[in-house]
């Protein structure tokens, strides 16, 4: 049983418009939710992070916003990049430390 | 560069083979991960060490050994693998009381022939 789910394996978006990537959960028992970001070749970069006890976190052009009643969470990027073409995880976290991952959505940001 | 080097960045070992991969951080972080991603799959979790004692270990088969020798140093030391554990093995670091903002290396690759 997938804990953390990424129903979206690819989002296409035009440079200078808003990416929205999405993620849903089933544990209600996490404490923390992350945003990662990968290049091939590359381990995951740490993105953005939000609290259980919060709604919104805001880091300059990435949002993360988080609906406990629907086990959902989703990442903003505005306005988007060409750089900011990767794969991006959704994860979620223990204060133990312990991870658990969603498959990944690839977004393409067309130039 | 996010400041987590692993070595070797790929290893082909036979099923009788005995290799460790390393994992070293220069973030002054005190707790530290291995995931392992196999195709088509999501990042799993193996184990966790906080202040190097090992807190977690997600149902990992014997045959992967961790090895924890200080805060900056962490080892899987692999035995008697089998073709299935041919993945990529990522190594992680964090401060312990913020472990949800982990530094990932780049991983190892491994092919179990």
């Known amino acids: 049983d997938q804990q953390v789910k990424q129903n979206s394996p690819s989002l296409s978006v035009q440079e200078g418009r808003i990416s929205i990537l999405n993620c849903d959960y089933t544990n209600s028992m996490f404490d923390y939710f992350l945003w990662y970001k990968k290049y091939p070749a590359e381990g995951p970069t740490f993105l953005i992070s939000?609290?259980?006890?919060?709604d919104k976190n805001e880091d300059g052009r990435f949002t993360v916003f988080l609906n406990k009643s629907a086990k959902h969470l989703s990442l903003h990027i505005v306005p988007s990049q060409p750089g900011d073409s990767a794969v991006y995880f959704c994860?979620?976290?223990?204060?133990?430390?312990?991870?658990?991952f969603g498959d990944g959505t690839t977004l393409t940001v067309k130039p | 560069e996010t400041g987590v080097t692993q070595t070797p960045r790929h290893l082909v070992m036979g099923m009788t083979n005995k290799k460790s991969l390393k994992c070293e951080q220069h973030l002054g972080h005190n707790a530290m991960y291995w995931y392992k991603q196999s195709a088509k799959k999501p990042l799993e979790l193996m184990f966790v060490y906080s202040l190097e004692e090992r807190v977690e270990n997600n149902s990992v088969p014997s045959r992967f050994s961790p090895e924890c020798p200080n805060s900056s140093h962490l080892f899987l030391h692999l035995h008697t693998l089998q073709p299935e554990d041919s993945a990529l093995y990522l190594c992680?670091?964090?401060?312990?009381?913020?472990?949800?903002?982990?530094?990932f290396g780049p991983g190892t690759r491994l092919t179990v022939t």
């Open positions: 994860a979620a976290c223990t204060n133990a430390g312990k991870s658990t």
């Open positions: 939000i609290s259980s006890i919060k």
């Open positions: 992680a670091s964090s401060p312990v009381d913020r472990p949800y903002e982990q530094y």
